[in-house]
């Protein structure tokens, strides 16, 4: 069974049957959450990114020099870290899929900002995404930074446990994190991208209240790890 791993802010780690470990939207260093720092982390084989901004980016490049680990995001993304020297790097777009050795994923749509860190021209700013996973034979949708999107009805069916911000401000907060469970229905909801900054402060607790019995909230602390069932 596969193993997911918070590190604070929008950063996790997800650890499959066969070994392989992932980590999406690494933020280690200048994370005021992380339990870990960059140089800490050992094997790493893809490093997914859903989109550019610092909190989500910024040690994906260096991460993926040191480890070799295969970088995952929007086909700009991808070709900027391949100008930084990235070697292994796997384009891919929003509504597409593709199945990797360890599992199925797929690109969902976020509505959001998308200037990439580190690219001092601009000339990369992209569409930010989301990232719909299936892995030993789960369904894991990490949201990246959005607003509530009608289309997450199109994910019904297809998770079970959902990563949502819910910090208000840049994404949404907690009342359409809960609208976004309804038309999602995914089992499990652990709410990401919050208390990391006063702007983005939200008492986790008043969100699992709020949720009722829509979806059971899972509210892990950096450094907790939890089997993905
Ligand atoms: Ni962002
Ligand atoms: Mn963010």
């Given amino acids: ?38 140089d800490e982390i050992g094997k790493v084989d893809y490093i997914f990114c859903t989109h550019g901004h610092t909190d989500h980016f910024a040690d994906a490049i260096p991460l993926a020099k040191r480890t070799g680990a295969t970088l995952v995001s929007t086909f700009e993304i991808a070709s900027f870290a391949e100008t930084q020297g990235v070697e292994n790097v796997h384009p891919m777009h929003i509504g597409g899929g593709f199945d990797f050795p360890f599992g199925r994923v797929k690109m969902t749509p976020a509505l959001h900002g998308g200037k990439v860190h580190g690219d001092e021209t601009g000339a990369f700013t992209t569409v930010p995404g989301g990232f719909l996973f299936k892995v030993d034979g789960l369904g894991l949708y990490h949201a990246g930074d959005t607003a ?19 910090g208000d401000n840049f ?51 950096p450094g907790d790890t939890i089997p993905l069932s």
């Fill in 171 to 221: 994404t949404m907060g907690p009342d359409d994190a809960v609208r976004a469970t309804e038309l999602i229905h995914p089992r499990v909801v652990i709410p990401i991208h919050y208390n990391t900054w006063d702007l983005i402060a939200q008492d986790p607790e008043a969100f699992r209240k709020k949720m009722g019995d829509r979806a059971r909230v899972e509210i892990m602390a």
């Fill in 1 to 38: 069974m596969a193993k997911l791993t918070f590190h604070g802010h929008a950063t996790v780690s997800i650890e499959t049957d066969d070994g392989t470990r992932i980590i999406v939207d690494p933020w280690f260093d200048e994370n005021p959450l992380s339990d870990v720092k960059a």
């Fill in 148 to 166: 509530l999107l009608g289309d997450m009805r199109f994910l019904e069916g297809q998770v079970d446990v959902a990563l949502l911000p819910i």
